[in-house]
Antibody, heavy 116, light 107 residues
């Protein structure tokens, strides 16, 4: 059974770059899409983007200019970089697997706070 | 842009049936997915493609869809069902899109 675990800095300074990694265990990255989704505390869910096993990416247009998602098949993990962060980027960041158009499973999430 | 509308809250007594709606233009022609998010936890998929349940999800959880409304029905509600529930579809651009979420309170 595939499990996902996010890791990375929990505190990022405004205007700097947010960097997170999602480690995948119990299965291969092959054949699926690997997603990042975020949720400001107490608010709804926002899809950030995904990467396929072949390295093709797609991003939410509202974040596209600042987002990069990459894949390391040798380490069985994928990563998120979000540049020029502001307080509006403070959120719980989740990674999730998708085969169809749904997300399953999700990682436990990691809280990132942007400080000024 | 495509918009999904959920009621902010639904309340139900234990043992009764909860119905959580997700409104969207012609949503009945889309695949609708539902997630349960208990406090402090990550979302969990409970229904996908309108009516299908992942393994391990109780039969008490079911989904249905009409032209402009999708519904998650939870039968014989238990205290442990208290959570936020989100619907999700592919929006008009093909990108994933979530509803605003519904908080289910078990009285």
């Amino acid at each position: 059974q595939v499990q996902l675990q996010e890791s990375g800095a929990g505190l990022v300074t405004s205007s700097e770059t947010l960097s997170l990694t999602c480690s995948v265990s119990g299965g291969s990255l092959s054949g699926y899409f690997w997603n990042w989704i975020r949720q400001p505390p107490g608010m709804g869910l926002e899809w950030i983007g995904h990467i396929s096993y072949s390295g093709n990416t797609k991003y939410n247009p509202s974040l596209k200019s600042r987002v990069t998602i990459s894949l390391d098949t040798s380490k069985n993990h994928f990563s998120l970089k979000l540049t020029s962060v502001t307080a509006a980027d403070s959120a719980i960041y989740y990674c999730a697997k998708s085969g169809g158009s749904w997300f399953d499973p999700w990682g436990q999430g990691t809280l990132v706070t942007v400080s000024s | 842009s495509y918009v999904l509308t959920q009621p902010p809250s639904v309340s139900v007594a234990p043992g009764q049936t909860a119905r959580i709606t997700c409104g969207g233009n012609n949503i009945g022609y889309k695949g609708v997915h539902w997630y349960q998010q208990r406090p402090g936890q990550a979302p969990v998929l409970v229904v996908y493609d309108n009516t299908d349940r992942p393994s391990g999800i109780p039969e008490r959880f079911s989904g249905s869809s009409s032209v402009n409304t999708a519904t998650l029905t939870i039968s014989r509600v238990e205290a442990g069902d208290e959570a936020d529930y989100f619907c999700q579809v592919r929006g008009s651009t093909g990108d994933p899109l979530f509803g605003g979420g519904t908080n289910l309170t078990v009285l």
